[in-house]
């Protein structure tokens, strides 16, 4: 739990530092109708890094090694079997992997949808390169994630996967920025 407070406040804080900044050198943004998703998506994958924070912690990764299966099955025997039952999205290194595996694939999904829905709006260059920056840092965090869950977490991989959550958190941070209404 306290591996996953500590990431979770650094990146509030990262956010509220970023937003600060770019409130004082970035441009004043133009108002868009990706404002309410921006924020969304950013939600999103705030609450994903923070799974991957309980996966960290309990030294979840160094389990189920295959991917797209987990145990070679999608949904695997044992699932959510913990007592009691509410304590296995936190303690069960089971059902927090696979909780952060689903949250990675939602996320990853809505990050494109984002994307692809952001190209017909009508966008600034700099708002259409922020939804941009998001689509790549999501692809590099797949990428980063499945290569260190097959590495059976290999130091160098798994500090890159959690460097990429804070940079994948900017980007969309960014993004949000960008879109958001102008006042």
Not at 50 to 78: H, R
Not at 151 to 176: C, D, F, N, R
Request: glycine share 8%; proline share 4%.
């Amino acid at each position: 739990y306290r591996l996953t407070a500590h990431f979770g406040l650094a990146l509030v804080i990262f956010i509220a530092l970023l937003w600060v900044g770019l409130n004082q050198y970035a441009p004043r943004p133009v108002g868009t109708n990706g404002s309410k998703r921006g924020w969304q998506l950013l939600c999103l994958i705030v609450f994903t890094a923070l799974s991957g924070g309980f996966v960290a912690g309990l030294d979840a990764g160094y389990a189920f090694n295959t991917f797209p299966l987990m145990d070679g099955q999608l949904i695997p025997d044992g699932l959510y079997v913990f007592d009691p039952t509410w304590l296995a999205p936190f303690e069960d290194h089971m059902t927090v992997q696979w909780d952060h595996r689903w949250l990675a694939k939602l996320t990853f999904v809505l990050v494109l949808l984002f994307w692809w829905r952001a190209g017909k709006w009508d966008l600034t260059p700099d708002q259409r390169f922020a939804t941009h920056l998001v689509l790549a840092a999501a692809c590099l965090q797949v990428a980063l994630g499945i290569s260190t869950l097959l590495s059976v977490v290999w130091l160098p991989l798994g500090v890159a996967h959690q460097a990429g959550a804070v940079v994948l958190v900017g980007t969309a941070t960014y993004a949000a920025y960008k879109l958001r209404r102008a006042n």
